[in-house]
C-alpha cells in the first residue's frame, strides 16, 4: 500500500495506513539521545501528548546531560524513562544519586533498566537484575521498570546463538514482577521482519512469561544507515530483509520504511487481541523528525502531536 505524500512546504499530512495500523500505533514511544534531543526545537510539534520518551544513556554521557534533557522533555509534557545501563554504574550509591537527580530535577519515575552495551564492568553492577535486586527503585516510587527482550536472542548473553540466556533472565524478571508492585513491560530490540517476532512472542507466553512487549521497530533511514545500526546492534536472521533490498540498485538509494513489518504486525493484532505485544517502541535512526513525520503520515488519530 503506498505511503502519503510528504509536502516539504506544508510538513507531514496526517493519514493512516489502516484502522489496524493506527491502532497498534496509539500509545507509541520513542527514543532519544541527549545530543539527538538537542536538535529539536519542540517536542509538542511532533509528538502526541503524552508520549513517552526514552533516554538512551550512551558510554562517556554525563549524567549532567542526561538529566537535563529529561528535565526539558518534563517541562514539554512528556514521560521520560531513562536507560539505566547496569555496566556504567560503579555502585548503589551512584544508582541512588541518579535516581535521586532524575526525580529531583525532571519528576522521572520510570526506568529501562538494561546491562549495558559495554564488555567490561565499571563496577560492581553487570545485570539488570542487580540493579532491581538493590531495591532503590521501590525505594523511591518508581511506578514503571522496564526491562530488555531481544526477538533475534543477544549475542552478548547467548555468544553461540539462540536465547535459552535470555529467556532464563527473564523467568527471573516475570518472578520479579509477580512478587513486587512494579509495572513492568519488555523494551525489545528492533527487527525487519514480522514472522520471527511474533514467534518470539507467541514463545515467552507459552513459557509463562506474560509482561507486555513494547516491539522495537526501526523508523524511516536510509538504507545504508539502517544495516551499519542492524550490524552494530546484533540483528538476527531479520536482517536479511536488509540485504536482499541492497542487492536492488533501484532501491539502495531509496529510505527503508517500517510500513511492512508495522503492517503485518498490526494484522496480526486485530485478529489475536491478546496478542502479546502492547505498543510500539520507535528507534528514530534516520532521526527524530523523520521518524515522527512518518508515524504523522501513518498513523492517523494515534499521530497527532500534542500542539496540532
Same mark, same amino acid.
Given at each position: 500500500?503506498?505511503?502519503?505524500?510528504?509536502?516539504?512546504?506544508?510538513?507531514? $499530512?496526517?493519514? @493512516?495506513? @489502516?484502522?489496524?495500523?493506527?491502532?497498534?500505533?496509539?500509545?507509541?514511544? =520513542?527514543?532519544?539521545?541527549?545530543?539527538?534531543?538537542?536538535?529539536?526545537?519542540?517536542?509538542?510539534?511532533?509528538?502526541?501528548?503524552?508520549?513517552?520518551?526514552?533516554?538512551? &544513556?550512551?558510554?562517556?554521557?554525563?549524567?549532567?546531560?542526561? /538529566?537535563?534533557?529529561?528535565?526539558?522533555?518534563?517541562?514539554?509534557?512528556?514521560?521520560?524513562?531513562?536507560?539505566? %545501563?547496569?555496566? =556504567?554504574?560503579?555502585?548503589?550509591?551512584?544508582?541512588?544519586?541518579?535516581?535521586?537527580?532524575?526525580?529531583?530535577?525532571?519528576?522521572?519515575?520510570?526506568?529501562?533498566?538494561?546491562?549495558?552495551?559495554?564488555?567490561?564492568?565499571?563496577?560492581?553492577?553487570? @545485570?539488570?537484575?542487580?540493579?532491581?535486586?538493590?531495591?532503590?527503585?521501590?525505594?523511591?516510587?518508581?511506578?514503571?521498570? &522496564?526491562?530488555?527482550?531481544?526477538?533475534?536472542?543477544?549475542?552478548?548473553?547467548?555468544?553461540?546463538?539462540?536465547?535459552?540466556? +535470555?529467556?532464563?533472565?527473564?523467568?527471573?524478571?516475570?518472578?520479579?514482577?509477580?512478587?513486587?508492585?512494579?509495572?513492568?513491560?519488555?523494551?525489545?530490540?528492533?527487527?525487519?521482519?514480522?514472522?520471527?517476532?511474533?514467534?518470539?512472542?507467541?514463545?515467552?507466553?507459552?513459557?509463562?512469561?506474560?509482561?507486555?512487549?513494547?516491539?522495537?521497530?526501526?523508523?524511516?533511514?536510509?538504507?545504508?544507515?539502517?544495516?551499519?545500526?542492524?550490524?552494530?546492534?546484533?540483528?538476527?536472521?531479520?536482517?536479511? /530483509?536488509?540485504?536482499?533490498?541492497?542487492?536492488? $540498485?533501484?532501491?539502495?538509494?531509496?529510505?527503508?520504511? %517500517?510500513?511492512?513489518?508495522?503492517?503485518?504486525?498490526?494484522?496480526?493484532?486485530?485478529?489475536?487481541?491478546?496478542?502479546?505485544?502492547?505498543?510500539?517502541?520507535?528507534?528514530?535512526?534516520?532521526?527524530?523528525?523523520?521518524?515522527?513525520?512518518?508515524?504523522?503520515?501513518?498513523?492517523?488519530?494515534?499521530? +497527532?502531536?500534542?500542539?496540532?
Amino acid at each position: 500500500m503506498a505511503l502519503l505524500n510528504f509536502k516539504k512546504d506544508d510538513g507531514p $499530512v496526517p493519514g @493512516s495506513l @489502516s484502522p489496524e495500523v493506527e491502532a497498534f500505533l496509539d500509545g507509541y514511544s =520513542i527514543e532519544v539521545m541527549p545530543r539527538t534531543a538537542e536538535k529539536v526545537e519542540d517536542f509538542r510539534a511532533l509528538l502526541p501528548a503524552g508520549t513517552r520518551v526514552y533516554i538512551a &544513556h550512551i558510554e562517556g554521557t554525563p549524567i549532567e546531560d542526561m /538529566v537535563a534533557t529529561a528535565k526539558r522533555l518534563n517541562a514539554e509534557g512528556f514521560p521520560v524513562m531513562p536507560h539505566f %545501563p547496569a555496566r =556504567i554504574i560503579k555502585d548503589t550509591a551512584t544508582l541512588k544519586d541518579w535516581i535521586a537527580r532524575y526525580q529531583g530535577e525532571a519528576n522521572v519515575d520510570q526506568a529501562l533498566l538494561l546491562a549495558g552495551g559495554v564488555d567490561q564492568p565499571h563496577g560492581d553492577f553487570h @545485570s539488570s537484575m542487580q540493579l532491581m535486586e538493590t531495591g532503590a527503585f521501590e525505594a523511591a516510587g518508581f511506578k514503571h521498570l &522496564h526491562v530488555a527482550g531481544h526477538p533475534e536472542g543477544n549475542r552478548d548473553i547467548d555468544p553461540t546463538g539462540g536465547t535459552a540466556m +535470555v529467556d532464563e533472565a527473564l523467568r527471573w524478571k516475570q518472578d520479579f514482577a509477580n512478587r513486587t508492585d512494579a509495572k513492568m513491560a519488555i523494551a525489545t530490540q528492533f527487527a525487519f521482519e514480522a514472522a520471527p517476532i511474533i514467534a518470539w512472542a507467541d514463545s515467552l507466553k507459552a513459557a509463562g512469561i506474560d509482561l507486555p512487549i513494547h516491539i522495537g521497530i526501526a523508523g524511516p533511514a536510509k538504507l545504508q544507515t539502517m544495516i551499519k545500526f542492524a550490524i552494530a546492534c546484533g540483528v538476527g536472521p531479520s536482517l536479511k /530483509v536488509l540485504q536482499k533490498r541492497a542487492k536492488d $540498485v533501484t532501491k539502495l538509494l531509496l529510505p527503508f520504511s %517500517p510500513a511492512e513489518v508495522i503492517s503485518d504486525l498490526a494484522t496480526h493484532k486485530a485478529a489475536n487481541p491478546d496478542f502479546n505485544i502492547t505498543q510500539v517502541h520507535f528507534f528514530p535512526l534516520g532521526g527524530i523528525k523523520t521518524n515522527a513525520h512518518w508515524a504523522i503520515e501513518n498513523g492517523g488519530r494515534a499521530a +497527532v502531536p500534542a500542539n496540532a
